[in-house]
């Protein structure tokens, strides 16, 4: 969805773009200013039609969702093929 979009920026390619600068650019350039794109919105928002239900399949497979921190971490299974954890910092400092 927000790939098209990504090549389109002078950023970098988009496996190389970070989630935080995607969305950060997402919410800019498309959300903030709708009119300036010839595409299709989602009529409920993107928080309903598309970070709910994600969320909700993540805490279902037992993810614990922390809002307003940080992933510092990841540790990988042996065979690097999942991530087993997370390491966060809070707003508060602490993990």
């Known amino acids: 969805v927000v790939e098209p979009m990504l090549l389109a920026l002078p950023m970098a390619p988009g496996p190389e773009v970070s989630a935080a600068a995607a969305l950060s650019c997402f919410s800019f350039f ?15 928002g993107a928080t309903r039609a598309i970070f709910a239900p994600w969320r909700d ?24 093929g ?5 390491r966060v910092r809070t707003a508060g400092g602490g993990g």
């Open 82 to 86: 999942r991530v087993e954890s997370v």
């Open 57 to 80: 399949r993540l805490e279902a497979r037992g993810v614990e969702i922390r809002d307003g921190a940080r992933a510092e971490e990841f540790g990988l299974s042996g065979d690097a």
């Open 30 to 44: 498309a959300l903030e200013h709708q009119g300036d794109f010839d595409v299709r919105w989602l009529r409920d």
